[in-house]
């Protein structure tokens, strides 16, 4: 049993550490001491993953992306939402605010659909899939951090004479253009690999 | 700026919380046509070789946006949209705004409002005569000759460009209308065009005109206005692209008047958007995370101040903004003072104060108008 977590660039999504068993591979130096807990929606949505380790040495910033990862497999992506500062050394036994100094908690990709603004786009008098129409959209406007599949938003053979949802952020235009679909219950979410997806359960 | 010493101080970390990180703001100034409502509304597509309308659309608008995207942007790429507060006025304000005369030019092209007049009294005279927030001044109808009052406000192409600053206009008049009237009615209407080329090189002017015919008040002095945001599917995000420009015009009939002074025009003016200011309104919505969050601890009275250095730290001095100062007193410990560094949300306090002050200003001018001037955006599912 080997566990990893991963860390990539903000800006360009390249891989930035690797953290396997808890050691950076590059420094060789212990970072992560111990995952805490990791949430996961049953269809696969990733919600939250907390773990404590040294910022100094892991250097993780704000809405950095993380993965971890059991024997290589994904188990959750997300962003970083509450971290201590880089210069926190991790926290000893006469701290009382060890949280401050080494908790993280990670948010799942939704996090990042909140803070995406659907533009102008409009569909008229159009027979688009619904399902197409939420995967364009994303592709469109979404966090370029997230992935856009097609595949991943299966057709629903549903579609609008008109839609439009400027200045909407893609996570509640997800969560009320989703109420259109039947024969179902919809669910949505970014699952272990930075993918949005599409389910109908 | 207070300096204590590491060791006379209690230094606590706090923790860096950036779930509300926000690194580019939408300013939504308007989501949808508003004031007075159209008599008739078109939306459509003159193709300009065939001479005919090939195309006709529901007219969705375009919401009016004032965006801001701090330099860091390229990194987070966290977006917020946010609604204008109720009370600000989002456009610049009439005797702000520059005009031309104009005789025969039918497509200007710079940034300056032309403005075409006929008809009216007195002849010749200066915007500011009905675009000065003063109602002791104005120009009227003359002795009714059979004539079309005809006043346009026609505003350049290069100005707009996808900007769409021109969505409305303010009209300050009191008419009189002839018992025996007959259309054409007294109306005001916005017109915007866009100069397309489709994919085959074939040239097409979309159009969007609301028509808003004037009330007639018997004489009484009446303040209306209408906003007519540019339809969504001219967005370049739907595959249009190309210049535009927007016209406003006022028509009458002046022998719909018994006599002279039946209409009076004491304001007339086009809403533009002031982008510029509302970006400061944007920029203080920001909120970029911390880097050293922390909560220094000092024993009795230490005085407010926005700055605080701690002196010794290992590794060396930190200096900080001060977020915030408490006071407690207890038992214990008797009067200690709580300094709050760097929390990520105060970040730009600086520039959101700025905008404060804009709105202050602003507040007192024209409150009426503005607070009906905006509209969230719905969006459209069916």
Same mark, same amino acid.
């Given at each position: 049993?080997?566990?990893?977590?991963?860390?990539?660039?903000?800006?360009?999504?390249?891989?930035?550490?690797?953290?396997?068993?808890?050691?950076?591979? $590059?420094?060789?130096?212990?970072? /992560? #001491?111990?995952?805490?807990?990791?949430?996961?929606?049953? *269809? %696969?949505?990733?919600?939250?993953?907390?773990?404590?380790?040294?910022?100094?040495?892991?250097? $993780?910033?704000?809405?950095?992306? /993380? #993965?971890?990862?059991?024997?290589?497999?994904?188990?959750? *992506? %997300?962003?970083?939402?509450?971290?201590?500062s880089e210069y926190s050394k991790g926290a000893g036994p006469a701290d009382d605010n060890a949280d401050a100094l080494e908790k993280f908690t990670i948010l799942g990709g939704k996090m990042l659909l909140q803070k995406s603004i659907i533009g102008n786009k409009i569909y008229e008098e159009d027979t688009t899939d619904i399902a197409t129409q939420m995967y364009e959209l994303g592709n469109l406007y979404g966090h370029p951090r997230l992935t856009?599949?097609?595949?991943?938003?299966?057709?629903?053979?549903?579609?609008?004479?008109?839609?439009?949802?400027?200045?909407?952020?893609?996570?509640?235009?997800?969560?009320?253009?989703?109420?259109?679909?039947?024969?179902?219950?919809?669910?949505?979410?970014?699952?272990?690999?930075?993918?949005?997806?599409?389910?109908?359960? | 700026?207070?300096?204590?010493?590491?060791?006379?101080?209690?230094?606590?970390?706090?923790?860096?919380?950036?779930?509300?990180?926000?690194?580019?703001?939408?300013?939504?100034?308007?989501?949808?046509?508003?004031?007075?409502?159209?008599?008739?509304?078109?939306?459509?597509?003159?193709?300009?070789?065939?001479?005919?309308?090939?195309?006709?659309?529901?007219?969705?608008?375009?919401?009016?946006?004032?965006?801001?995207?701090?330099?860091?942007?390229?990194?987070?790429?966290?977006?917020?949209?946010?609604?204008?507060?109720?009370?600000?006025?989002?456009?610049?304000?009439?005797?702000?705004?520059?005009?031309?005369?104009?005789?025969?030019?039918?497509?200007?092209?710079?940034?300056?409002?032309?403005?075409?007049?006929?008809?009216?009294?007195?002849?010749?005279?200066?915007?500011?005569?009905?675009?000065?927030?003063?109602?002791?001044?104005?120009?009227?109808?003359?002795?009714?000759?059979?004539?079309?009052?005809?006043?346009?406000?026609?505003?350049?192409?290069?100005?707009?460009?996808?900007?769409?600053?021109?969505?409305?206009?303010?009209?300050?008049?009191?008419?009189?209308?002839?018992?025996?009237?007959?259309?054409?009615?007294?109306?005001?209407?916005?017109?915007?065009?866009?100069?397309?080329?489709?994919?085959?090189?074939?040239?097409?002017?979309?159009?969007?005109?609301?028509?808003?015919?004037?009330?007639?008040?018997?004489?009484?002095?009446?303040?209306?206005?209408?906003?007519?945001?540019?339809?969504?599917?001219?967005?370049?995000?739907?595959?249009?692209?190309?210049?535009?420009?927007?016209?406003?015009?006022?028509?009458?009939?002046?022998?719909?008047?018994?006599?002279?002074?039946?209409?009076?025009?004491?304001?007339?003016?086009?809403?533009?958007?002031?982008?510029?200011?509302?970006?400061?309104?944007?920029?203080?919505?920001?909120?970029?995370?911390?880097?050293?969050?922390?909560?220094?601890?000092?024993?009795?009275?230490?005085?407010?101040?926005?700055?605080?250095?701690?002196?010794?730290?290992?590794?060396?001095?930190?200096?900080?903004?001060?977020?915030?100062?408490?006071?407690?007193?207890?038992?214990?410990?008797?009067?200690?003072?709580?300094?709050?560094?760097?929390?990520?949300?105060?970040?730009?306090?600086?520039?959101?104060?700025?905008?404060?002050?804009?709105?202050?200003?602003?507040?007192?001018?024209?409150?009426?108008?503005?607070?009906?001037?905006?509209?969230?955006?719905?969006?459209?599912?069916?």
């Open positions: 049993m080997s566990w990893q977590i991963k860390t990539f660039y903000l800006a360009s999504g390249s891989l930035y550490r690797t953290i396997t068993d808890g050691v950076d591979e $590059a420094s060789s130096l212990p970072v /992560v #001491q111990e995952i805490t807990s990791c949430t996961v929606e049953p *269809w %696969g949505d990733c919600k939250e993953l907390d773990f404590v380790a040294r910022n100094d040495r892991l250097t $993780a910033v704000a809405g950095m992306p /993380v #993965q971890y990862l059991e024997d290589s497999n994904p188990i959750f *992506w %997300g962003v970083v939402a509450i971290h201590p856009f599949n097609q595949a991943n938003f299966p057709a629903t053979g549903i579609n609008t004479s008109i839609l439009a949802a400027p200045q909407q952020d893609l996570a509640s235009f997800y969560d009320s253009v989703t109420q259109q679909i039947t024969g179902g219950t919809p669910v949505w979410g970014v699952d272990a690999t930075s993918a949005v997806f599409l389910k109908v359960l | 700026m207070i300096t204590v010493d590491f060791k006379e101080v209690l230094y606590k970390a706090l923790p860096i919380d950036a779930q509300d990180l926000t690194s580019a703001v939408d300013v939504v100034v308007v989501g949808d046509k508003t004031g007075l409502e159209p008599d008739n509304l078109y939306d459509y597509d003159w193709d300009t070789v065939a001479i005919e309308t090939v195309n006709s659309w529901q007219y969705v608008a375009r919401p009016v946006v004032a965006n801001y995207a701090h330099s860091q942007d390229t990194t987070y790429h966290m977006k917020k949209s946010i609604k204008l507060a109720d009370f600000y006025n989002p456009f610049i304000k009439a005797s702000n705004l520059s005009y031309a005369y104009d005789t025969v030019q039918a497509n200007p092209t710079d940034s300056t409002l032309v403005i075409h007049e006929d008809g009216m009294s007195p002849t010749g005279q200066s915007p500011a005569r009905y675009a000065d927030s003063n109602n002791s001044t104005y120009i009227s109808n003359p002795a009714p000759a059979g004539n079309q009052i005809y006043y346009v406000w026609h505003i350049g192409n290069t100005y707009l460009g996808h900007s769409f600053a021109c969505i409305g206009f303010r009209l300050v008049y009191s008419m009189k209308l002839k018992s025996t009237a007959t259309a054409p009615f007294p109306y005001v209407q916005i017109n915007h065009v866009k100069y397309y080329t489709d994919g085959n090189g074939r040239q097409h002017d979309l159009f969007t005109i609301g028509n808003y015919s004037i009330p007639d008040t018997d004489g009484k002095l009446n303040d209306i206005y209408a906003i007519l945001p540019v339809p969504l599917h001219w967005d370049p995000d739907n595959g249009i692209i190309g210049n535009s420009t927007t016209a406003i015009l006022l028509n009458a009939w002046d022998a719909n008047f018994t006599n002279a002074g039946d209409f009076k025009i004491y304001e007339f003016f086009p809403l533009m958007v002031d982008f510029s200011k509302l970006q400061d309104v944007a920029a203080a919505e920001i909120k970029l995370p911390a880097t050293r969050p922390a909560q220094v601890v000092v024993k009795g009275y230490s005085t407010p101040d926005t700055s605080l250095t701690v002196t010794g730290y290992p590794g060396g001095d930190i200096t900080a903004a001060v977020a915030s100062v408490e006071y407690k007193h207890d038992m214990e410990n008797g009067l200690i003072t709580v300094y709050s560094l760097e929390q990520s949300t105060l970040i730009r306090e600086s520039d959101y104060g700025q905008a404060r002050r804009a709105l202050d200003i602003q507040v007192n001018n024209r409150v009426k108008l503005s607070q009906q001037g905006v509209k969230s955006v719905k969006p459209l599912i069916y």
